[in-house]
């Protein structure tokens, strides 16, 4: 092979790198999720919309421009007001309404309004709009925390699956081991092994198969998942930083000081209490409605029709060629009694509602918490036990093959050893999930994210 050849085949090789595993510890795959999931990129636009109401109903306050033109026609007129177009006499013209034919007509109007005084409209609807957008960052919050808990949902699920593969792997090994020793044990046919030793480890067999099985599902499921929220794409490979589930630290801390804190953090008590404002400035923007504004302006227009003299006399108005602007200062109403009475009766209804929400929230809250914190603490223990009862059954399981294997156990007793170590093992490692789960769901019900 020459230098050429060689020189090619690095080449090729620096540009097609084989794609490497991401790996990525728990806080990675939160801080990766957090920017990637379009449920919390959806809440935060619907943050910038809210923003705009508050903008319209600020706007409000401002300039008004009205105006409209358009081209018509109009009859075609020659000479003056009287009898045969002239300009002076007694006699009006009698000529017919379309005495020349017809005339194009342009015409404009137009105003500049400028609100004075609007008895609280602007101010109340601006009110309710600043509370719309606090209702709307708590969403962020709360979709922010059901991204951490999916993503706790997913990367510890993982870990549980594939200690848990692994563990099956282990204990399938040692019962095919086990299996080997009979099945050549009834061949040689000396009576060291019976029949029902290898039915009891088939049985055993069985159901280690199925809970494997099921373990290399979960574990299939958990990473896709995982590439699912942080956004690296399913065909993307991906790798945990933990080698296996450990529970997390017991947080600290007594069931009051919890409660305390969830009433103080809980993106939902913001937001009822900037539901409660919103609606309220809504109220009385709806009763507002019923008085008028108070405003100045400008207001104009202008006529022209091409082929129709101009009618000069101050005391007679043509619409078909006149210009005029004035400065004005009115008052106007744009009210329905029976609608704005039913407007306000359904602002008010909503705000007791959302009183009595509050109400809910006030005494469920600390509900929640109390239930995440048992929960806790007695997952915490359970963690404990099963794992000095996973290191006995362990050390059983041991103690039975090397009895077996010197002809002092039964097949079947180390079937339920072997069973009883899986059984209790897995147990253990599911219970450290639930533990871990159960943290992650009290720092949700204290309203942290982390």
Request: proline content about 4%; hydrophobic content about 40%; aromatic content about 8%.
């Amino acid at each position: 092979m020459n230098k050429t050849l060689i020189s090619l085949i690095v080449a090729a090789a620096i540009a097609s790198p084989v794609a490497q595993a991401q790996t990525i510890s728990l806080n990675d795959a939160i801080t990766m999720s957090l920017s990637a999931d379009p449920r919390i990129k959806e809440r935060e636009q619907l943050v910038e919309s809210a923003r705009a109401l508050l903008d319209e109903a600020q706007g409000s306050d401002g300039l008004r421009l009205s105006a409209n033109v358009f081209i018509g026609l109009s009859p075609q007129v020659k000479g003056g007001f009287y009898q045969n177009g002239a300009t002076s006499g007694t006699t009006p013209r009698s000529d017919g309404p379309f005495p020349g034919g017809l005339s194009d007509w342009t015409s404009l109007q137009f105003s500049i309004i400028k609100p004075l005084y609007t008895f609280g409209k602007i101010e109340h609807y601006s009110e309710a709009a600043k509370g719309n957008i606090d209702v709307k960052r708590g969403d962020v919050r709360i979709s922010q925390a059901d991204t951490v808990i999916d993503v706790k949902r997913a990367y510890y699920g993982y870990l549980t699956a594939r200690d848990s593969r692994r563990l099956l792997d282990d204990v399938q090994k040692k019962l095919n081991d086990a299996l080997a020793r009979v099945e050549r044990n009834l061949k040689a046919d000396k009576g060291e092994s019976k029949q029902s030793d290898l039915y009891a480890l088939q049985a055993a067999n069985g159901m280690l198969a199925k809970y494997l099985s099921q373990a290399q599902a979960i574990e299939k499921i958990s990473l896709d998942g995982l590439k699912l929220l942080t956004g690296v794409g399913l065909d993307s490979k991906l790798e945990v930083a933990d080698d296996g589930i450990t529970p997390v630290a017991l947080p600290t801390g007594t069931l009051v000081d919890f409660e305390n804190t969830a009433v103080a953090n809980r993106p939902e008590m913001a937001q009822l209490e900037a539901g409660m404002r919103a609606r309220r400035a809504l109220v009385a923007a709806k009763k507002s409605e019923s008085y008028p504004n108070i405003y100045a302006g400008v207001i104009g227009q202008a006529n022209y029709a091409s082929r129709r003299d101009t009618l000069n006399n101050p005391y007679l108005y043509d619409p078909f060629n006149n210009a005029g602007l004035t400065p004005v200062v009115g008052m106007k109403w744009d009210v329905v009694p029976a609608v704005a009475s039913a407007q306000v009766a359904q602002a008010q209804a909503d705000l007791e509602a959302l009183n009595y929400k509050t109400q809910f929230a006030q005494a469920g809250i600390p509900f929640q918490v109390a239930e995440a914190y048992n929960q806790v603490q007695a997952n915490y223990y359970a963690q404990q036990q099963l794992a000095i009862g996973a290191m006995a059954g362990r050390r059983w399981m041991i103690a039975a093959l090397a009895d077996f294997s010197a002809g002092l156990e039964k097949a079947d007793k180390v079937a339920d050893a072997l069973k009883t170590y899986a059984l209790t093992q897995a147990e253990y490692l599911r219970t450290v999930n639930d533990y871990n789960m159960n943290v992650a769901q009290l720092n949700r019900a204290i309203g942290e994210t982390k």
